[in-house]
C-alpha cells in the first residue's frame, strides 16, 4: 500500500488534469457533465491525497521519492521525480480539500455563466498544476508546474475576457509574476551549474542534502535569494505584490481558489521546500537569505495590513489580507518556524477560502456588489453566510483556543520572539496581529452590522420576492462545510502545536502559553475579546461599533495619511522615472526607430514588385559571378 | 524450316534489297533501311485503314440490319478509292479567321505522331520496325502529343465547337492516359523491360500445350488489359466515347472547320491511333505475335499478330455498333474513380503474382486482389440512383 | 552525320526557342515551346540518353506544354492584350549568354571529344534508380504529390 | 563521332539565354514559365553532355539528375500554371507588370 501510494502520487494532479482535457473537449452545453468531471476529478486527488497523508504519518520525518530519468543529453541525464514526506502530504491535503469545496461552490457561484465548462477546465488545470507543484522532486519539474500554475491563473484572472479590467489584470498578474520567476529560473540555472542536479532528494546526492549543499558552497545564499525572487512573485510580496489586488478581477471562486488558499501559498512553500539552501551555513539560525526573507515578510505584511485598512471594496480587503498573512508566513519561515509558517500556510488557506467563499456569497447575493460600503445589516438577512464568515474573521484575527488561526499565529509570534538578531519582527509582527484584527472588525461590521443600506435592501426584496435557488443552497454548503472542517482542524491543530512545541521546547512546559508569556496584556486582551465573541453575541456588537468608531478614526486621520504620504512618495518617484523614460530611454528608442525606418523606407524603394526586374536581378548577378570566375582563373 | 522461311519472308526480302547498297557508307545503309521500314509500314497500314474503313461500314451496317456499301467494285470494295478521290477533289477550306499555320499543321502532326507510334510495335519475329530499349515509353511520349495536335486543330480553326471538342478531346485524353499508362506498368514490371520485343518474348510457351503464357491469361492482366482497351478506346475518341466529336452536340468537334484532304487525314489519324493502341494491346496482353496453341505453331508469326489485331478491330466496330455515347461528366468520373484505383490495384496485384512464384497460389491470391477492390469499387460508386425516373428540363 | 545531326538539332532548337521567346502570340509560343523540347530531347538521344529523352518528349510535350495550353484557354481573355517588351531584359539575357561563352571558350578542357559508352539501357537506369537513388525518387515523388494537390488547391473556386 | 563538349555546352548556353530572354522580357506571366522552363532544359542538357563526356564507366549520375529535374520541373510547371490560373481568376490579369503589390 505504501509503496503504491508513493509509487503513484503522480496520479493525484494526472486525476484534475485529465477531467481538465476532458472537460475542454466537451461541448459548451455540457455544463452538467463538465461539474461532474471536474468533482470527480477532484474527489480523485483528494482521496489519493489523504491516503499520501496517511502513508507520510507513519513514521516522523517520513520521505519517500521516485525519481527517474525524463531524457539525456551527450552524459548527462535529465531527472525529474516526485517526493512525498508531510510538507508536501499536508499540503496535498490541504489544496484537494480546498479545492472540491470550491468546485462545488463554483457550480452555483457559475451557474449562469455561459463558459462554465471552460472555467471548470481551468480550474481542474490550475489544481493539476498546483498539485504538480506540491508533490515535484525536482526543481525543474517544480518550474514547468510553477509556470503552469501561473497559466492557469492567468487564464482564471482574465476568464471575463470580455471585461477590458479583468483582460488587464491577467497580463498583470501574469507579467509580474514573470518578473520573479526570471529570477526563479536564473537561481535554477546557477544551482544546476553549482550542484550538478536539480533533484531535491536524491539519497544524498540531490541539491537539498549535504553533498549538492556542499558542492554549492557559498552561493547558496545567491540562489536562495535568486529562488526566493520567484516565491516573492508568486506569493505577492512586496514588492511584486500588486498584482494580487487587482487579481479580484476574477470570478470570486477563482480569488478563493488562486489568490487565497493555493497559488499564493505556492511562494510559501517553495521556500520552505528549499529550506535547507535558505538555512545553509547558519548561525544560530540566521543567514543572509532569511534575513532578507524577514525583511520582506515584515514590510509586506505591514504594507499590506495598513492598505487593507482603507479599502472598501470587499474582496479587496481580503486580498490585502492575503498579502499580509503571507508576509506573516515569509517572517514565520525567515525566523526558523517553518513548521509555524507552513501551518499557517495551512490554515489560512481554509479559512482564507471561506472568507473568499463567504464574499462570494454576499456578492452573489447582492448582484455583484462589491463595496462594503453600500452593504450593512446583511446578517439577519444572511444568517448562515454570517456566521461562518464570522468564523473565518475570528480565524484569520486569530482569535484563540478555538480557532487555528489563533494558534498559528501565537506560534509564529513565538517564532520571532526567539529570533536572535532583533526583536523588531516580533513587534512589527505584533502590530500587524492588532491590524488584521482592526481591519476584519471593520469589513465585519461594514458588511453584516448596521443599517441595511441599498444593496442589502435589493438583496432584502429578492429573498423576499423568490425561494432561494439551488444556486445558493450549493453556495452555502461548502462553506459550511469548510467552516467546519478548519474548526475541526484549529483544534487539533492546536493539539499538534502544543504537543510540537512541548517536544521542541521542553524548558518551557512549565510556562501557562508561549504567546501569553510573550505578550500577556495583549493576549489577555485579544482572549477577552474573543470569548466575547463567543459567548456574548450582544456584546460582540457592542465592541464591534467602538472598534469601527476607532478604525473610522484612524481610517480618517492615521491610515490616510499614512497612505496619501506613500502615494505621494510613489508619485515622487513616478516623476523620476518618467523622466528618466522620455529623456533617456524614449529618446534613444525614437532614434533608432527613426534610423530604422529610414533604412527600410530607402530599401523599399528596392522593391519595384516586378518579379521580372527581380529575376533580372538575379540574372545580373549570375553575370558578375561569371566575370568574378573568369577574373579568378 | 520451311516454317521458318516464310516466317521470316519479309526480313530476308529487306536484307536482300539492302545488299544491293553492299560497300556503300554505313549511314546510307542506315537510311534506307529506316525508308524501307516506313515505307512497309505506311503500305500496310494504309491499306489496312482502306479495307477498315470499308469493313467498317459492312459491319456496322449488317449490325443495323441493313446492307453496307457494295455499288463500288466487288462487294464494294473499291469504296476507299472512290472515298479517297472524293476527299481530294473537295475544296479546302480555311476560314478566315483562323491560325493558318496552326491550322494547317494540326493534321500534319495527328497523323505523323499516329503513324510514328506504329514503329515500335513488333509485328512479327524480328519484325520490329523501330526497336529501341525503351518502346513502350516512346509510344505513350508520341502517343502524347496527339494532344497537342487535336488542341492546334481546336484554336487553328478559331470555331467555338471546334474549341470545345478540343477541350473535350484534350480532358478526357488526359484523363485517360493515366489508367492507360498505369495499366502497362505491370506487363513492363514483370517483363522486368519496357522493350516490347522483351515483352513479347515474355509471353512465349505455354501450360500443359495448350494455355499460352499471355498476361492476359493472368487475372491481374485480364483486368489490366480491359482497363486497357477501354482507355484504348477513349484516346482514340471512338464510341462509347466520342464526345469531342459528337456529331448531335458539336458538329464534328476539332474537325469542324477541316474540309477535303485535312479531313480525311485527320479520319486517317484516328484509325492509324487506333491500330497502334489495338497493336500495343495485342503486344502486352496478347502475346504479340505468339500463337496461342503450341501445334499451330507453324503459322507465320505476323499472320497471328495480324490476326488478334483485327480480332481487337472488330471489337472495336462491334462496339460502336452496339453502345451509345456517354455524356462527358460520366466520362470523366469513370476514369478518376474506377479506372485509376483499378489500374494501380494491377501493379499491386502483379506484384502479388510475381511474388507467389507466378504458380497457381499468385494467380489465385491476384485474382482475390482484383475481386475485392473491384467489389469494393463497386459498392462505393454505387450512387443508388441507377434507375431514377428521367426528369426533363425544357429552357423556360 | 551526328555533326549533321547536331547542327540540324541545333538550328531547331534554338529556333524554336527563339521563337517562343519572341513571337507576339502566346499559342503559337507555346507550340514553339513544344518544338524546342523536341529538339533538347533529340539532343538526348544524341548524347545517348535515350531514356531522359522520351522522359522529356513524354513530360514536356504529354503534360506540360498541354498544361500551358490549358492555362492560355483558361486565361483566354487576357491573351490578346500585354504585348509590351522588355529591352533591358534582352539586354542582360544577352550580356549573360556572352558571359556563358566566355567562359566555356576560355575553359580549355572542354573541347573534348565523347569517350565510347556502353549503350545506357532502361534496365541500368531503373537498376540506379532502385539502388542508389531511392531515396530521390521517393523525394520527387513526394514533391509531385504535394505539387499535384498544391496545385489543384490553388485552382479550386475561391471561397468568396 | 560526337561534336565535342563545349558545343552542347553553346548550344546550352543559347537556350538557357534565350530562356532568360523569355523570363525578363515578356509581360505575360506564362512566358515567365516557359522561359524559367527553357532555363531548365538547357541545365538539363549541360547535365547530360558533362555526364556523357566524363571519364567512362561510371554511374549515370547526370542522367538521375536530369531525370529528377524533368519530375521537379513538371511539378514546378503544374504549380506554376496553378498560380498563374489563380492570380489571373483574382485580378483579371497575367501581366506580371500589373501583379506589384510587393512594391515596397
Same mark, same amino acid.
Given at each position: 500500500?505504501?509503496?503504491? *501510494?508513493?509509487?503513484?502520487?503522480?496520479?493525484? +494532479?494526472?486525476?484534475?488534469?485529465?477531467?481538465?482535457?476532458?472537460?475542454?473537449? !466537451?461541448?459548451?452545453?455540457?455544463?452538467?457533465?463538465?461539474?461532474?468531471?471536474?468533482?470527480?476529478?477532484?474527489?480523485?486527488?483528494?482521496? !489519493?491525497?489523504?491516503?499520501?497523508?496517511? *502513508?507520510?504519518?507513519?513514521?516522523?520525518?517520513?520521505?519517500?521519492?521516485?525519481?527517474? *530519468?525524463?531524457?539525456?543529453?551527450?552524459?548527462?541525464?535529465?531527472?525529474?521525480?516526485?517526493?512525498?514526506?508531510?510538507?508536501?502530504?499536508?499540503?496535498?491535503?490541504?489544496?484537494?480539500?480546498?479545492?472540491?469545496?470550491?468546485?462545488?461552490?463554483?457550480?452555483?457561484?457559475?451557474?449562469?455563466?455561459?463558459?462554465?465548462?471552460?472555467?471548470?477546465?481551468?480550474?481542474?488545470?490550475?489544481?493539476?498544476?498546483?498539485?504538480?507543484?506540491?508533490?515535484?522532486?525536482?526543481?525543474?519539474?517544480?518550474?514547468?508546474?510553477?509556470?503552469?500554475?501561473?497559466?492557469?491563473?492567468?487564464?482564471?484572472?482574465?476568464?471575463?475576457?470580455?471585461? +477590458?479590467?479583468?483582460?488587464?489584470?491577467?497580463?498583470?498578474?501574469?507579467?509580474?509574476?514573470?518578473? #520573479?520567476?526570471?529570477?526563479?529560473?536564473?537561481?535554477?540555472?546557477?544551482?544546476?551549474?553549482?550542484?550538478?542536479?536539480?533533484?531535491?532528494?536524491?539519497?544524498?546526492?540531490?541539491?537539498?542534502?549535504?553533498?549538492?549543499?556542499?558542492?554549492?558552497?557559498?552561493?547558496?545564499?545567491?540562489?536562495?535569494?535568486?529562488?526566493?525572487?520567484?516565491?516573492?512573485?508568486?506569493?505577492?510580496?512586496?514588492?511584486?505584490?500588486?498584482?494580487?489586488?487587482?487579481?479580484?478581477?476574477?470570478?470570486?471562486?477563482?480569488?478563493?481558489?488562486?489568490?487565497?488558499?493555493?497559488?499564493?501559498?505556492?511562494?510559501?512553500?517553495?521556500?520552505?521546500?528549499?529550506?535547507?539552501?535558505?538555512?545553509?551555513?547558519?548561525?544560530?539560525?540566521?543567514?543572509?537569505?532569511?534575513?532578507?526573507?524577514?525583511?520582506?515578510?515584515?514590510?509586506?505584511?505591514?504594507?499590506?495590513?495598513?492598505?487593507?485598512?482603507?479599502?472598501?471594496?470587499?474582496?479587496?480587503?481580503?486580498?490585502?489580507?492575503?498579502?499580509?498573512?503571507?508576509?506573516?508566513?515569509?517572517?514565520?519561515?525567515?525566523?526558523?518556524?517553518?513548521?509555524?509558517?507552513?501551518?499557517?500556510?495551512?490554515?489560512?488557506?481554509?479559512?482564507?477560502?471561506?472568507?473568499?467563499?463567504?464574499?462570494?456569497?454576499?456578492?452573489?447575493?447582492?448582484?455583484?456588489?462589491?463595496?462594503?460600503?453600500?452593504?450593512?445589516?446583511?446578517?439577519?438577512?444572511?444568517?448562515?453566510?454570517?456566521?461562518?464568515?464570522?468564523?473565518?474573521?475570528?480565524?484569520?484575527?486569530?482569535?484563540?483556543?478555538?480557532?487555528?488561526?489563533?494558534?498559528?499565529?501565537?506560534?509564529?509570534?513565538?517564532?520571532?520572539?526567539?529570533?536572535?538578531?532583533?526583536?523588531?519582527?516580533?513587534?512589527?509582527?505584533?502590530?500587524?496581529?492588532?491590524?488584521?484584527?482592526?481591519?476584519?472588525?471593520?469589513?465585519?461590521?461594514?458588511?453584516?452590522?448596521?443599517?441595511? $443600506?441599498?444593496?442589502?435592501?435589493? !438583496?432584502?426584496?429578492?429573498?423576499? #420576492?423568490?425561494?432561494?435557488?439551488?444556486?445558493?443552497?450549493?453556495?452555502?454548503?461548502?462553506?459550511?462545510?469548510?467552516?467546519?472542517?478548519?474548526?475541526?482542524?484549529?483544534?487539533?491543530?492546536?493539539?499538534?502545536?502544543?504537543?510540537?512545541?512541548? !517536544?521542541?521546547?521542553?524548558? $518551557?512546559?512549565?510556562?501557562?502559553? +508561549?504567546?501569553?508569556?510573550?505578550?500577556?496584556?495583549?493576549?489577555?486582551?485579544?482572549?477577552?475579546?474573543?470569548?466575547?465573541?463567543?459567548?456574548?453575541?450582544?456584546?460582540?456588537?457592542?465592541?464591534?461599533?467602538?472598534?469601527?468608531?476607532?478604525?473610522?478614526?484612524? %481610517?480618517?486621520?492615521?491610515?490616510?495619511?499614512?497612505?496619501?504620504?506613500?502615494?505621494?512618495?510613489?508619485?515622487?518617484?513616478?516623476?523620476?522615472?518618467?523622466?528618466? %523614460?522620455?529623456?533617456?530611454?524614449?529618446?534613444?528608442?525614437?532614434?533608432?526607430?527613426?534610423?530604422?525606418?529610414?533604412?527600410?523606407?530607402?530599401?523599399?524603394?528596392?522593391?519595384?514588385?516586378?518579379?521580372?526586374?527581380?529575376?533580372?536581378?538575379?540574372?545580373?548577378?549570375?553575370?558578375?559571378?561569371?566575370?568574378?570566375?573568369?577574373?579568378?582563373? | 524450316?520451311?516454317?521458318?522461311?516464310?516466317?521470316?519472308?519479309?526480313?530476308?526480302?529487306?536484307?536482300?534489297?539492302?545488299?544491293?547498297?553492299?560497300?556503300?557508307?554505313?549511314?546510307?545503309?542506315?537510311?534506307?533501311?529506316?525508308?524501307?521500314?516506313?515505307?512497309?509500314?505506311?503500305?500496310?497500314?494504309?491499306?489496312?485503314?482502306?479495307?477498315?474503313?470499308?469493313?467498317?461500314?459492312?459491319?456496322?451496317?449488317?449490325?443495323?440490319?441493313?446492307?453496307?456499301?457494295?455499288?463500288?467494285?466487288?462487294?464494294?470494295?473499291?469504296?476507299?478509292?472512290?472515298?479517297?478521290?472524293?476527299?481530294?477533289?473537295?475544296?479546302?477550306?480555311?476560314?478566315?479567321?483562323?491560325?493558318?499555320?496552326?491550322?494547317?499543321?494540326?493534321?500534319?502532326?495527328?497523323?505523323?505522331?499516329?503513324?510514328?507510334?506504329?514503329?515500335?510495335?513488333?509485328?512479327?519475329?524480328?519484325?520490329?520496325?523501330?526497336?529501341?530499349?525503351?518502346?513502350?515509353?516512346?509510344?505513350?511520349?508520341?502517343?502524347?502529343?496527339?494532344?497537342?495536335?487535336?488542341?492546334?486543330?481546336?484554336?487553328?480553326?478559331?470555331?467555338?465547337?471546334?474549341?470545345?471538342?478540343?477541350?473535350?478531346?484534350?480532358?478526357?485524353?488526359?484523363?485517360?492516359?493515366?489508367?492507360?499508362?498505369?495499366?502497362?506498368?505491370?506487363?513492363?514490371?514483370?517483363?522486368?523491360?519496357?522493350?516490347?520485343?522483351?515483352?513479347?518474348?515474355?509471353?512465349?510457351?505455354?501450360?500443359?500445350?495448350?494455355?499460352?503464357?499471355?498476361?492476359?491469361?493472368?487475372?491481374?492482366?485480364?483486368? =489490366?488489359?480491359?482497363?486497357?482497351?477501354?482507355?484504348?478506346?477513349?484516346?482514340?475518341?471512338?464510341?462509347?466515347?466520342?464526345?469531342?466529336?459528337?456529331?448531335?452536340?458539336?458538329?464534328?468537334?476539332?474537325?469542324?472547320?477541316?474540309?477535303?484532304?485535312?479531313?480525311?487525314?485527320?479520319?486517317?489519324?484516328?484509325?492509324?491511333?487506333?491500330?497502334?493502341?489495338?497493336?500495343?494491346?495485342?503486344?502486352?496482353?496478347?502475346?504479340?505475335?505468339? =500463337?496461342?496453341?503450341?501445334?499451330?505453331?507453324?503459322?507465320?508469326?505476323?499472320?497471328?499478330?495480324?490476326?488478334?489485331?483485327?480480332?481487337?478491330?472488330?471489337?472495336?466496330?462491334?462496339?460502336?455498333?452496339?453502345?451509345?455515347?456517354?455524356?462527358?461528366?460520366?466520362?470523366?468520373?469513370?476514369?478518376?474513380?474506377?479506372?485509376?484505383?483499378?489500374?494501380?490495384?494491377?501493379?499491386?496485384?502483379?506484384?502479388?503474382?510475381?511474388?507467389?512464384?507466378?504458380?497457381?497460389?499468385?494467380?489465385?491470391?491476384?485474382?482475390?486482389?482484383?475481386?475485392?477492390?473491384?467489389?469494393?469499387?463497386?459498392?462505393?460508386?454505387?450512387?443508388?440512383?441507377?434507375?431514377?425516373?428521367?426528369?426533363?428540363?425544357?429552357?423556360? | 552525320?551526328?555533326?549533321?545531326?547536331?547542327?540540324?538539332?541545333?538550328?531547331?532548337?534554338?529556333?524554336?526557342?527563339?521563337? /517562343?521567346?519572341?513571337?507576339?502570340?502566346?499559342?503559337?509560343?507555346?507550340?514553339?515551346?513544344?518544338?524546342?523540347?523536341?529538339?533538347?530531347?533529340?539532343?538526348?538521344?544524341?548524347?545517348?540518353?535515350?531514356?531522359?529523352?522520351?522522359?522529356?518528349?513524354?513530360?514536356?510535350?504529354? /503534360?506540360?506544354?498541354?498544361?500551358?495550353?490549358?492555362?492560355?484557354?483558361?486565361?483566354?481573355?487576357?491573351?490578346?492584350?500585354?504585348?509590351?517588351?522588355?529591352?533591358?531584359?534582352? /539586354?542582360?539575357?544577352?550580356?549573360?549568354?556572352?558571359?556563358?561563352?566566355?567562359?566555356?571558350?576560355?575553359?580549355?578542357?572542354?573541347?573534348?571529344?565523347?569517350?565510347?559508352?556502353?549503350?545506357?539501357?532502361?534496365?541500368?537506369?531503373?537498376?540506379?534508380?532502385?539502388?542508389?537513388?531511392?531515396?530521390?525518387?521517393?523525394?520527387?515523388?513526394?514533391?509531385?504529390?504535394?505539387?499535384?494537390?498544391?496545385?489543384?488547391?490553388?485552382?479550386?473556386?475561391?471561397?468568396? | 563521332?560526337?561534336?565535342?563538349?563545349?558545343?552542347?555546352?553553346?548550344?546550352?548556353?543559347?537556350?538557357?539565354?534565350?530562356?532568360?530572354?523569355?523570363?525578363?522580357?515578356?509581360?505575360?506571366?506564362?512566358?515567365?514559365?516557359?522561359?524559367?522552363?527553357?532555363?531548365?532544359?538547357?541545365?538539363?542538357?549541360?547535365?547530360?553532355?558533362?555526364?556523357?563526356?566524363?571519364?567512362?564507366?561510371?554511374?549515370?549520375?547526370?542522367?538521375?539528375?536530369?531525370?529528377?529535374?524533368?519530375?521537379?520541373?513538371?511539378?514546378?510547371?503544374?504549380?506554376?500554371?496553378?498560380?498563374?490560373?489563380?492570380?489571373?481568376?483574382?485580378?483579371?490579369?497575367?501581366?506580371?507588370?500589373?501583379?506589384?503589390?510587393?512594391?515596397?
Amino acid at each position: 500500500m505504501t509503496a503504491w *501510494t508513493v509509487n503513484n502520487v503522480w496520479l493525484i +494532479p494526472a486525476a484534475p488534469l485529465a477531467a481538465s482535457f476532458v472537460i475542454l473537449s !466537451l461541448a459548451n452545453s455540457r455544463r452538467k457533465s463538465a461539474a461532474a468531471l471536474a468533482v470527480i476529478g477532484q474527489v480523485a486527488a483528494l482521496t !489519493l491525497s489523504i491516503f499520501a497523508f496517511a *502513508t507520510t504519518l507513519q513514521a516522523p520525518g517520513y520521505r519517500a521519492f521516485h525519481n527517474f *530519468t525524463w531524457f539525456t543529453f551527450g552524459e548527462n541525464a535529465l531527472r525529474i521525480g516526485w517526493v512525498l514526506d508531510p510538507l508536501a502530504a499536508a499540503m496535498l491535503v490541504m489544496i484537494a480539500l480546498v479545492g472540491l469545496c470550491i468546485f462545488i461552490f463554483s457550480i452555483g457561484y457559475m451557474a449562469e455563466d455561459k463558459d462554465f465548462t471552460r472555467f471548470f477546465a481551468y480550474l481542474s488545470f490550475f489544481s493539476a498544476a498546483m498539485l504538480g507543484v506540491v508533490i515535484a522532486n525536482s526543481l525543474l519539474l517544480l518550474f514547468v508546474c510553477w509556470e503552469l500554475v501561473g497559466l492557469a491563473s492567468y487564464l482564471l484572472i482574465g476568464f471575463w475576457i470580455h471585461k +477590458p479590467s479583468a483582460a488587464a489584470a491577467a497580463k498583470k498578474a501574469f507579467i509580474t509574476t514573470r518578473i #520573479g520567476d526570471m529570477g526563479f529560473f536564473l537561481g535554477i540555472l546557477w544551482l544546476y551549474s553549482g550542484s550538478g542536479t536539480l533533484l531535491f532528494y536524491d539519497n544524498g546526492r540531490g541539491c537539498l542534502e549535504s553533498a549538492g549543499l556542499l558542492a554549492l558552497g557559498a552561493s547558496a545564499t545567491f540562489v536562495a535569494l535568486l529562488i526566493f525572487c520567484g516565491a516573492v512573485g508568486k506569493s505577492g510580496q512586496f514588492p511584486l505584490h500588486v498584482w494580487l489586488p487587482d487579481a479580484m478581477e476574477g470570478p470570486t471562486p477563482v480569488s478563493a481558489l488562486i489568490h487565497a488558499a493555493t497559488m499564493v501559498a505556492a511562494g510559501v512553500f517553495l521556500v520552505a521546500r528549499v529550506y535547507p539552501l535558505f538555512s545553509f551555513g547558519a548561525i544560530d539560525g540566521v543567514t543572509p537569505s532569511l534575513t532578507v526573507v524577514v525583511s520582506i515578510g515584515v514590510i509586506t505584511a505591514l504594507m499590506a495590513s495598513l492598505i487593507a485598512l482603507a479599502q472598501f471594496d470587499i474582496k479587496r480587503i481580503l486580498a490585502y489580507s492575503t498579502v499580509s498573512q503571507l508576509g506573516l508566513m515569509m517572517v514565520s519561515l525567515g525566523v526558523g518556524g517553518v513548521a509555524a509558517g507552513m501551518m499557517h500556510l495551512i490554515a489560512h488557506g481554509f479559512f482564507k477560502a471561506l472568507l473568499f467563499l463567504g464574499a462570494g456569497s454576499v456578492i452573489h447575493g447582492t448582484h455583484h456588489e462589491h463595496d462594503i460600503r453600500k452593504m450593512g445589516g446583511l446578517r439577519s438577512l444572511m444568517p448562515v453566510t454570517f456566521l461562518t464568515f464570522a468564523i473565518g474573521m475570528m480565524n484569520l484575527s486569530g482569535v484563540p483556543f478555538f480557532f487555528s488561526g489563533g494558534w498559528t499565529k501565537e506560534e509564529i509570534l513565538h517564532a520571532t520572539a526567539r529570533w536572535p538578531t532583533s526583536r523588531l519582527p516580533h513587534y512589527l509582527m505584533f502590530a500587524g496581529v492588532v491590524l488584521t484584527a482592526l481591519y476584519m472588525t471593520r469589513q465585519m461590521i461594514y458588511v453584516f452590522f448596521g443599517n441595511r $443600506r441599498p444593496a442589502s435592501e435589493q !438583496l432584502h426584496s429578492y429573498l423576499n #420576492g423568490e425561494t432561494p435557488h439551488f444556486g445558493v443552497a450549493l453556495l452555502i454548503q461548502p462553506i459550511l462545510f469548510v467552516s467546519l472542517a478548519f474548526v475541526a482542524a484549529g483544534i487539533g491543530l492546536g493539539f499538534v502545536v502544543y504537543r510540537h512545541a512541548g !517536544l521542541q521546547d521542553r524548558h $518551557r512546559a512549565a510556562e501557562t502559553d +508561549p504567546f501569553e508569556s510573550a505578550q500577556p496584556i495583549l493576549f489577555r486582551f485579544l482572549g477577552n475579546k474573543m470569548w466575547l465573541d463567543e459567548l456574548y453575541a450582544n456584546t460582540v456588537i457592542a465592541f464591534s461599533k467602538l472598534a469601527a468608531r476607532i478604525s473610522d478614526w484612524m %481610517d480618517r486621520n492615521v491610515w490616510d495619511g499614512l497612505v496619501r504620504a506613500l502615494g505621494g512618495l510613489g508619485q515622487l518617484l513616478g516623476i523620476f522615472t518618467t523622466n528618466f %523614460d522620455e529623456r533617456g530611454i524614449n529618446t534613444g528608442v525614437d532614434e533608432t526607430t527613426a534610423g530604422t525606418r529610414g533604412l527600410g523606407r530607402v530599401m523599399s524603394g528596392w522593391h519595384s514588385g516586378q518579379i521580372q526586374t527581380y529575376l533580372g536581378a538575379v540574372a545580373v548577378g549570375m553575370l558578375a559571378l561569371l566575370i568574378l570566375y573568369a577574373w579568378l582563373t | 524450316m520451311s516454317g521458318d522461311v516464310v516466317d521470316q519472308i519479309f526480313i530476308r526480302a529487306k536484307q536482300w534489297l539492302l545488299s544491293w547498297l553492299a560497300g556503300a557508307p554505313d549511314w546510307i545503309i542506315q537510311i534506307t533501311s529506316s525508308l524501307l521500314n516506313i515505307f512497309a509500314l505506311l503500305g500496310v497500314f494504309l491499306t489496312l485503314f482502306a479495307l477498315i474503313s470499308v469493313l467498317e461500314r459492312k459491319i456496322l451496317g449488317r449490325m443495323q440490319n441493313r446492307y453496307g456499301p457494295n455499288r463500288v467494285g466487288p462487294f464494294g470494295l473499291f469504296q476507299p478509292i472512290a472515298d479517297g478521290i472524293k476527299m481530294l477533289i473537295k475544296e479546302d477550306i480555311v476560314p478566315a479567321r483562323a491560325d493558318k499555320i496552326v491550322h494547317f499543321l494540326a493534321p500534319i502532326l495527328i497523323a505523323a505522331t499516329a503513324i510514328l507510334a506504329l514503329g515500335v510495335i513488333p509485328y512479327g519475329r524480328n519484325m520490329t520496325p523501330f526497336a529501341i530499349d525503351g518502346g513502350i515509353l516512346f509510344f505513350f511520349a508520341v502517343g502524347s502529343t496527339t494532344e497537342l495536335a487535336v488542341f492546334m486543330a481546336g484554336w487553328g480553326s478559331n470555331n467555338k465547337f471546334s474549341m470545345l471538342g478540343a477541350m473535350r478531346a484534350i480532358a478526357q485524353m488526359v484523363s485517360y492516359e493515366l489508367p492507360l499508362i498505369i495499366t502497362t506498368l505491370p506487363v513492363v514490371m514483370v517483363a522486368g523491360a519496357l522493350s516490347p520485343d522483351v515483352i513479347v518474348t515474355a509471353q512465349a510457351g505455354y501450360s500443359f500445350g495448350f494455355v499460352p503464357h499471355w498476361f492476359v491469361t493472368t487475372p491481374w492482366g485480364a483486368a =489490366a488489359f480491359v482497363l486497357f482497351f477501354v482507355s484504348g478506346l477513349v484516346e482514340s475518341n471512338r464510341t462509347p466515347f466520342d464526345v469531342p466529336e459528337g456529331e448531335s452536340e458539336i458538329v464534328a468537334g476539332h474537325m469542324t472547320e477541316y474540309s477535303g484532304f485535312k479531313y480525311a487525314t485527320f479520319f486517317m489519324a484516328e484509325y492509324i491511333g487506333m491500330f497502334a493502341i489495338s497493336g500495343l494491346a495485342v503486344t502486352l496482353f496478347l502475346g504479340g505475335w505468339h =500463337a496461342p496453341v503450341r501445334v499451330l505453331q507453324f503459322i507465320p508469326s505476323y499472320i497471328w499478330f495480324f490476326a488478334k489485331l483485327s480480332a481487337l478491330l472488330f471489337v472495336y466496330i462491334w462496339l460502336r455498333g452496339t453502345l451509345p455515347r456517354t455524356r462527358i461528366d460520366h466520362i470523366m468520373n469513370f476514369a478518376w474513380k474506377f479506372m485509376l484505383p483499378m489500374a494501380f490495384t494491377c501493379i499491386f496485384a502483379a506484384a502479388v503474382w510475381h511474388y507467389m512464384g507466378r504458380g497457381l497460389a499468385g494467380w489465385l491470391c491476384s485474382l482475390a486482389v482484383i475481386g475485392i477492390v473491384y467489389i469494393a469499387l463497386s459498392i462505393l460508386l454505387d450512387t443508388r440512383k441507377r434507375f431514377a425516373t428521367r426528369t426533363y428540363r425544357f429552357a423556360e | 552525320m551526328n555533326s549533321v545531326a547536331f547542327i540540324l538539332i541545333a538550328i531547331l532548337t534554338l529556333a524554336a526557342a527563339l521563337a /517562343a521567346a519572341s513571337l507576339p502570340k502566346l499559342i503559337h509560343a507555346a507550340l514553339s515551346f513544344a518544338v524546342t523540347f523536341v529538339g533538347v530531347a533529340a539532343f538526348f538521344f544524341l548524347l545517348g540518353a535515350e531514356f531522359v529523352g522520351l522522359v522529356q518528349v513524354f513530360v514536356y510535350i504529354g /503534360a506540360v506544354a498541354v498544361l500551358i495550353v490549358f492555362t492560355i484557354l483558361l486565361t483566354r481573355r487576357d491573351v490578346g492584350k500585354n504585348r509590351g517588351f522588355n529591352w533591358g531584359g534582352v /539586354a542582360i539575357a544577352i550580356a549573360v549568354f556572352g558571359g556563358l561563352i566566355w567562359a566555356i571558350l576560355k575553359t580549355q578542357p572542354l573541347s573534348i571529344a565523347a569517350p565510347p559508352i556502353e549503350a545506357l539501357t532502361v534496365k541500368r537506369i531503373g537498376e540506379v534508380l532502385m539502388t542508389s537513388y531511392v531515396w530521390p525518387l521517393q523525394c520527387v515523388g513526394l514533391v509531385l504529390t504535394a505539387a499535384l494537390i498544391g496545385a489543384l488547391i490553388l485552382v479550386m473556386n475561391e471561397e468568396r | 563521332m560526337t561534336p565535342a563538349l563545349h558545343l552542347f555546352l553553346i548550344v546550352s548556353a543559347a537556350l538557357f539565354c534565350i530562356g532568360l530572354l523569355a523570363a525578363l522580357s515578356r509581360r505575360h506571366a506564362i512566358f515567365i514559365l516557359i522561359g524559367i522552363e527553357m532555363m531548365l532544359a538547357a541545365a538539363n542538357l549541360n547535365f547530360i553532355a558533362f555526364w556523357r563526356f566524363g571519364p567512362q564507366p561510371q554511374p549515370p549520375t547526370g542522367v538521375m539528375v536530369a531525370i529528377f529535374s524533368i519530375a521537379i520541373a513538371a511539378a514546378e510547371a503544374a504549380v506554376g500554371l496553378a498560380l498563374v490560373i489563380a492570380v489571373y481568376r483574382h485580378y483579371r490579369t497575367t501581366n506580371v507588370d500589373q501583379l506589384n503589390r510587393l512594391k515596397g
